[in-house]
Every structure is written in C-alpha cells, then in structure tokens.
C-alpha cells in the first residue's frame, strides 16, 4: 500500500514553484506559494478549534479556489476532507454532515439560509467557516478570507500524516443514500499516476524528494467544468497539481459553454473534465456557432467520467480540435480509472462503487499525426479497495436546493 500523504507532496511543489500558478478563478490568481501558506493557515485555525486525528472538515462549496484549500488544509493537519452535494436540500444536507461526523464546515454565504435550518441538529460541528460571495454574513459563522490571507508556515498535526489518512468521498443520486466512500491518501495518490507523466515518459516517483526534483517550472493547465464536489472534477484536479500543475475553475454558477471557450482560450488551458454530454452538447453548438472565435490549439486532451458521451459530439469536437485527444471513462466517479493502453481503444468492464473498483472505459482518438504527437499510455492497474460508510435510514426526500441561483435539476451541469 502507498505511503504518500497529499500534504508532503504539494509542499514539496510550492518549494519547487513558488511563484507558479495554482489556482485561477476569473481575474484571481493564486500562486503556489500563496496557496501553500493560506491552506497552512486554515489548517492551524481547525487545529486550534479542536478538531483531532481524521476529524472530518466538510467543504459545502461551488467551484473557487477555497475549495481546495479546504481539502489541502485537512491533509496538512491529518484531518479527512468531505465533499458535499450544493444541490442537496437540508435534510439530505443534515443527513450527510451527521453521517459523516463533520466537526467543521466551509460554505459558501448563500447556503447560509438552509442551514440556518439544521444547525441546532449538528452539535458536533465546532468550527462554521463562510466564504464571503455578496450575501449576508451569518453572525455564527467565522469569515473564511482573514484565517486564511493571513498565511502560516508548515502545519501539521501533533499525530503527524500517513498514507493511511483518508479522503472521504460522498456520492449519492444514482446510488441511493449518500455513501461515504474512504479512500486511502496513499493509493489515490498512487492510483493517479504517483506524479508521473506517461505522456512525457516519466515514470511515477518514487519518493517526495523525486517527484519535486522533476518539477522546473509551471505544470499543465487544467479546466475541469464539472463540479469540484463530484470525484470526476476533484481527482482529477489532484492528478494535475501532483506534477505542479494550475487548476482554472469557471465564475459562473451555471454552465456556460461560451464562458468554457473563452477561459480556454484566455487561460491557454490544456485539459478539460467534462461529465459526458450534458457538457460536451453545449460545448460543441458553441463551437459550431458561426462567428465564434477561440483559440483551442492549447487543448490536449478533454476527458468524461461516469454518464453517456455520444460518438457524434465526441467527432464533432475533434473536427474543431483534431490534435486533440478525447478520453471517456464510463465509470462512477467513485471508482478507479481502468486501464488504458497504446492503440486501438478497447473496453473493459468492472464493478461495484462500493469497492473502488476499475471499470470501462472507451477512447476517441484523434488523427495519426495527433496520436503521435500526444500518444496513448497505459495506467498503473493499482486499483484501493474503497470502502463505503452509511449507517441509520435514508433521510427523508426534501426538494433540490435552489440556493444561490442553483438550477435543480441533478443532470444539470454548474
């Protein structure tokens, strides 16, 4: 089983790029550097609110660069990072908080009414942070930015970090009850490619010191269009950051294929996450739209995790992109990606959620000439035995929150 711990390994990239972009949200750019010492200072913060060993800390967030601070915050303290569903309504949302044993809490201001509605039913929760976004401050909640601008050195908990830490995964919608899916620190890290780079012909690391050595300047830049809640978007950005890689999220709250193209272009974006064709329709009527103007030739790979991508957007997309590489993972996103290999696309098939198993994936490849330039590569076969947490009934059924702007319905991408 993996030894890496997150923390070690993101650290060990903010030395080796300080001043590299990290994370680009619309105007703001926060550089490795930066990023390293706020997610020191949240850390330090739950520490000092009482939270110990693998305390959970739930992040109820929209895409922005807080959400994985949150997440790097809890590595760096031993602490477990939990996803949260924005669509949920309060009991789904109570449910999950007291399923998961959250001792803290990171929201967005305008989740603040909903739960204003379950608060007094979380007694465990010690720490509510709120991320200032135009809407009333709750007077029981701590301001998120003044913990974290003030930045710290190195954090970490008195127990220290292990591979063995864990990252709690909660997924829900077709799976029936929210689930708590624990994944080891040690084998997602693994599981993502161990900081290499198959495309470049570099190995996975073996060790933090290595990893970071291979790290000279500014890594690939990484757009995942989806949800940071959902694993497709958050393992995802992982795997890029673990090469000191920037991760660009978009400012809408609703999907906008027009802004999509526009931040590709402007931010010279390399990979796009998308989740099937309830992204890439949208995306490619755009594209096809007479007029429009975008520069897509950064573009090397847009890649689909867990519903339908249709043969027909996936070549209407290479028409306008055909150095491009499409990679379209039918899977969960609680699961581990399967294995891909060079030349002809074959599908494999797996199973069960629950496990963290390997599933199906298909690839659309581009011309000759693309595949060469970019190529295919295989992924480690390691595939953690995830493990699920649930426990008591199912909550009962309340209606789709429609907080801040939200569109309700769960295909919806945002």
């Not at 930015?145 to 710290?152: H, L, M």
């Not at 027009?258 to 099937?276: C, P």
């Not at 490849?365 to 480690?380: D, E, N, V």
Request: charged letters at 20%; aromatic letters at 8%.
């Amino acid at each position: 089983m993996g030894t890496w711990n997150f923390a070690d390994v993101y650290e060990a990239v903010a030395a080796a790029v300080p001043g590299a972009p990290c994370q680009v949200h619309g105007a703001r750019v926060v550089r490795w550097g930066d990023f390293d010492r706020r997610a020191n200072a949240l850390a330090a913060d739950l520490l000092a609110a009482g939270l110990g060993q693998q305390s959970k800390v739930a992040a109820y967030l929209y895409n922005g660069v807080e959400y994985l601070e949150v997440y790097v915050a809890a590595f760096k303290a031993g602490l477990v990072p939990v996803n949260t569903n924005y669509r949920y309504g309060p009991e789904e949302v109570a449910y999950l908080f007291e399923n998961a044993d959250a001792e803290a809490v990171v929201f967005h201001g305008c989740f603040a009414e909903l739960l204003e509605k379950v608060r007094d039913r979380l007694p465990g929760v010690k720490r509510w942070y709120v991320v200032e976004d135009g809407t009333p401050v709750p007077d029981w909640a701590t301001p998120y930015e003044p913990v974290v601008s003030a930045g710290a050195d190195r954090v970490a908990g008195p127990w220290g970090r292990s591979g063995d830490d864990i990252l709690m995964l909660y997924t829900g919608g077709t799976t029936g009850i929210p689930k708590g899916v624990m994944w080891r620190q040690g084998d997602l890290f693994l599981l993502l490619g161990a900081g290499g780079n198959p495309r470049l012909g570099l190995p996975p690391s073996t060790s933090v010191e290595e990893l970071a050595s291979r790290i000279t300047g500014p890594g690939s830049v990484m757009l995942p269009a989806c949800p940071l809640m959902h694993g497709t978007g958050q393992f995802s950005a992982f795997g890029a950051m673990n090469t000191g890689g920037s991760i660009v999220t978009l400012t809408s709250r609703n999907f906008s294929p027009a802004e999509l193209w526009r931040t590709v272009s402007d931010r010279r974006v390399n990979s796009l996450v998308i989740v099937g064709d309830a992204f890439a329709k949208p995306m490619l009527a755009e594209l096809d739209h007479p007029g429009d103007d975008y520069d897509l030739s950064p573009v090397r790979m847009i890649s689909s995790s867990g519903v339908m991508w249709s043969h027909e957007v996936k070549q209407g997309l290479l028409r306008h992109m055909p150095d491009a590489v499409l990679f379209d993972s039918s899977r969960p996103s609680a699961l581990a990606p399967a294995c891909r290999r060079r030349g002809r696309p074959r599908r494999r098939r797996g199973s069960s959620a629950a496990r963290g198993c390997a599933c199906s994936p298909t690839t659309t490849g581009p011309s000759r000439q693309a595949r060469a330039r970019w190529g295919w590569w295989p992924s480690p076969a390691t595939c953690p035995s995830g493990t699920t947490r649930t426990r008591r009934s199912r909550p009962e059924r309340s209606a789709p929150s429609t907080a801040c702007g939200t569109r309700s319905p769960a295909t919806t991408p945002s």
